[in-house]
C-alpha cells in the first residue's frame, strides 16, 4: 500500500513539474488589492434586478440597445439575438464562433468582435460580412469587444495572441491561461469602414477587454484586464495612441466598458480578485504548475455581481453590487433610458433594474 502510494505522489510531482504545457509564465508585480473599501464598499444594490430569459440559449456577455430599446446579445453557440421589452427573443444571425462585443452603427449595420472569427458586421436583416480576421499574417483569434467612433472609424480589441479560444476549450477557459501566463500579447486595432484596412493601434497589452469611445472622439477608454484597471487611450492631437491609466488597482477583474449617459462609462468587474494569484505574481515556476492543473482544480471565480460606472477623469460615480444573485460573473452593464441592463458570462438570462431603483 505505501509503495502505491508513494508511485501515486511520484506521479502527480511528475505531472505537475514536467508535464508540457502551452502557458510560459512571466514574473510581474501586483498591485496589493485594497479589497472591498471606499467607493467599492460592498453593496447589494444590484440584488433588486429583474432577469429577462434567453432560453435555450446561454452566455449574454455583452449587451447592445437597438434604436428602439430593443436588446442585441451573443450567445456561445453562435447566434445573435434581438429581445424586444416583453421578452420576446429572436434570432438575427447566426454567426458561428462566440460572439463578444457588439457595437451598432448608425446606419443600423452591428458590428461584432468574434472570438474565432475576427470582427464581423451584421445587416440590419441578419447578413453577415467577416471584415478582419487575420492581421500581418496572423490571426485575430480572440476578439473581444468593439466600439464605434463619432467618425465612423471601429475600434476593437484582440485580447490574447496566445490562446486561442476554439483551441483551448472556450473564450474563460482561454483568459484563465493567459492570465496565468502574464505575457502582455494582447492588441488594439482599428477599422475604417471606407477603405476596410485595418491598422494596429496599440500592442504589448495585457489581455485588453472592453472598449468606449468618448462622445467627441478625443480618446477612448480600453479595459486592462490582467492589471486591474482602465487605459485612457488619445485617439487625437499630436500624441494619437499615447495611453494613461485612468483607473487602478479595482477590487476585481474589469470586463466591458460601455458609454452611459450624462458622461457615464459602465464597467462590469466579472470577478473579484484572487489572493492566490496575486500571491504568485513573482513565481512563473508556480504560475506553471497550476496551469497544469485539470480546469476544475484551478483557482474559480468567486460568485458575485459587480458594475460602477465612472466618469472621464476616473472618478466612480456609481458602485452596484450583488452576493445574492440573481446573476453572477457580471461583466457589464449598457444604459437605456429607463433601465439598465446587466450582461453575464453564463447562464440563458440578462439583467434589467429600473435606474429610478438605484436612485434610492
Same mark, same amino acid.
Not at 44 to 61: W, Y
Not at 177 to 203: A, K, M, Q, T, W
Given at each position: 500500500?505505501?509503495?502505491?502510494?508513494?508511485?501515486?505522489?511520484?506521479?502527480?510531482?511528475?505531472?505537475?513539474?514536467?508535464?508540457?504545457?502551452?502557458?510560459?509564465?512571466?514574473?510581474?508585480?501586483?498591485?496589493?488589492?485594497?479589497?472591498?473599501?471606499?467607493?467599492?464598499?460592498r453593496?447589494?444594490?444590484?440584488?433588486?434586478?429583474?432577469?429577462?430569459?434567453?432560453?435555450?440559449?446561454?452566455?449574454?456577455?455583452?449587451l447592445?440597445?437597438?434604436?428602439?430599446?430593443?436588446?442585441?446579445?451573443?450567445?456561445?453557440?453562435?447566434?445573435?439575438?434581438?429581445?424586444?421589452?416583453?421578452?420576446?427573443?429572436?434570432?438575427?444571425?447566426?454567426?458561428?464562433?462566440?460572439?463578444?462585443?457588439?457595437?451598432?452603427?448608425?446606419?443600423?449595420?452591428?458590428y461584432?468582435?468574434?472570438?474565432?472569427?475576427?470582427?464581423?458586421?451584421?445587416t440590419?436583416?441578419?447578413?453577415?460580412?467577416?471584415?478582419?480576421?487575420?492581421?500581418?499574417?496572423?490571426?485575430?483569434?480572440?476578439?473581444?469587444?468593439?466600439?464605434?467612433?463619432p467618425?465612423?472609424? %471601429?475600434?476593437?480589441?484582440?485580447?490574447?495572441?496566445?490562446?486561442?479560444?476554439?483551441?483551448?476549450g472556450?473564450?474563460?477557459?482561454a483568459?484563465?491561461?493567459?492570465?496565468?501566463?502574464?505575457?502582455?500579447?494582447?492588441?488594439?486595432?482599428?477599422?475604417?469602414?471606407?477603405?476596410?484596412?485595418?491598422?494596429?493601434?496599440?500592442?504589448?497589452?495585457?489581455?485588453?477587454?472592453?472598449?468606449?469611445?468618448?462622445?467627441?472622439?478625443?480618446?477612448?477608454?480600453?479595459?486592462?484586464?490582467?492589471?486591474?484597471?482602465?487605459?485612457?487611450?488619445?485617439?487625437?492631437?499630436?500624441?494619437?495612441?499615447?495611453?494613461?491609466?485612468?483607473?487602478e488597482?479595482?477590487?476585481?477583474?474589469?470586463?466591458?466598458?460601455?458609454?452611459?449617459?450624462?458622461?457615464?462609462?459602465?464597467?462590469?468587474?466579472?470577478?473579484?480578485?484572487?489572493?492566490?494569484?496575486?500571491?504568485?505574481?513573482?513565481?512563473?515556476?508556480?504560475?506553471?504548475?497550476?496551469?497544469?492543473?485539470?480546469?476544475?482544480?484551478?483557482?474559480?471565480?468567486?460568485?458575485?455581481?459587480?458594475?460602477?460606472?465612472?466618469?472621464?477623469?476616473?472618478?466612480?460615480?456609481?458602485?452596484?453590487?450583488?452576493?445574492?444573485?440573481?446573476?453572477?460573473?457580471?461583466?457589464g452593464?449598457?444604459?437605456?433610458?429607463t433601465?439598465?441592463?446587466?450582461?453575464?458570462?453564463?447562464?440563458?438570462?440578462?439583467? %434589467?433594474?429600473?435606474?429610478?431603483?438605484?436612485?434610492?
Amino acid at each position: 500500500m505505501r509503495i502505491l502510494l508513494l508511485l501515486l505522489v511520484v506521479i502527480v510531482l511528475g505531472y505537475l513539474l514536467i508535464w508540457p504545457t502551452p502557458v510560459a509564465p512571466k514574473a510581474w508585480e501586483a498591485p496589493a488589492d485594497p479589497g472591498y473599501v471606499g467607493a467599492h464598499a460592498r453593496n447589494e444594490r444590484l440584488s433588486s434586478m429583474q432577469t429577462r430569459a434567453i432560453a435555450p440559449f446561454l452566455g449574454p456577455e455583452a449587451l447592445a440597445l437597438t434604436a428602439d430599446g430593443n436588446v442585441l446579445t451573443g450567445t456561445e453557440s453562435g447566434e445573435l439575438l434581438e429581445i424586444d421589452a416583453d421578452g420576446k427573443t429572436r434570432i438575427v444571425s447566426r454567426l458561428g464562433g462566440r460572439p463578444l462585443g457588439l457595437a451598432i452603427a448608425g446606419d443600423g449595420r452591428i458590428y461584432v468582435a468574434n472570438a474565432g472569427i475576427g470582427l464581423q458586421r451584421v445587416t440590419p436583416d441578419g447578413k453577415s460580412q467577416v471584415l478582419a480576421r487575420r492581421f500581418a499574417g496572423a490571426q485575430i483569434a480572440y476578439a473581444n469587444s468593439v466600439a464605434i467612433a463619432p467618425n465612423g472609424l %471601429v475600434y476593437f480589441t484582440d485580447s490574447s495572441t496566445h490562446f486561442n479560444p476554439e483551441k483551448y476549450g472556450g473564450t474563460l477557459e482561454a483568459s484563465v491561461l493567459d492570465l496565468l501566463e502574464h505575457d502582455p500579447n494582447g492588441r488594439l486595432f482599428r477599422y475604417d469602414p471606407e477603405s476596410n484596412e485595418v491598422d494596429l493601434i496599440l500592442d504589448r497589452l495585457q489581455f485588453p477587454n472592453g472598449v468606449a469611445v468618448d462622445p467627441s472622439g478625443e480618446f477612448l477608454l480600453l479595459a486592462e484586464t490582467g492589471h486591474y484597471r482602465v487605459l485612457k487611450v488619445w485617439l487625437g492631437g499630436r500624441e494619437p495612441g499615447r495611453m494613461e491609466p485612468l483607473i487602478e488597482n479595482l477590487p476585481g477583474f474589469p470586463d466591458n466598458l460601455s458609454l452611459g449617459q450624462d458622461g457615464r462609462y459602465w464597467l462590469g468587474l466579472a470577478a473579484p480578485r484572487k489572493a492566490l494569484l496575486d500571491s504568485l505574481d513573482g513565481s512563473p515556476f508556480l504560475r506553471k504548475m497550476v496551469a497544469r492543473l485539470p480546469p476544475v482544480f484551478r483557482p474559480q471565480a468567486e460568485p458575485y455581481a459587480h458594475v460602477i460606472a465612472i466618469n472621464a477623469d476616473g472618478d466612480v460615480l456609481t458602485d452596484l453590487q450583488s452576493s445574492l444573485g440573481p446573476l453572477y460573473t457580471v461583466t457589464g452593464a449598457v444604459e437605456g433610458a429607463t433601465n439598465l441592463y446587466i450582461s453575464t458570462l453564463h447562464g440563458p438570462e440578462i439583467g %434589467v433594474i429600473p435606474k429610478l431603483a438605484l436612485e434610492r
